[in-house]
């Protein structure tokens, strides 16, 4: 994680197809240097700010079972 940043409203926000009917899920938007990263349950919650070889990295751990408990 690099940082939280403000939130952004110019960015589209998305959630995975595979969250729930109530929703709890974490949204994503992209923007040219970065991934930001929000709680659906919270939008004017914190955002959380990737750089885009910190996200494929965080990505890649996910897809290896680096978080899996």
């Known amino acids: 994680m690099e940082g939280i940043t403000l939130q952004q409203p110019t960015l589209t ?3 995975s ?3 729930g009917a ?3 899920c974490v949204e994503i938007a992209s923007a ?3 991934i930001f990263v929000r709680d659906s349950k919270d939008v004017s919650g914190p ?3 990737f750089g885009r070889a910190g996200w494929q990295e965080f990505i890649a751990g996910v897809r290896a079972g680096e ?3």
């Open 22 to 24: 109530a929703g709890h």
């Open 47 to 49: 955002v959380l700010e």
């Open 32 to 34: 040219a240097a970065a």
């Open 17 to 19: 197809s595979r969250s």
């Open 67 to 69: 978080f899996d408990r």
């Open 13 to 15: 926000w998305r959630k």
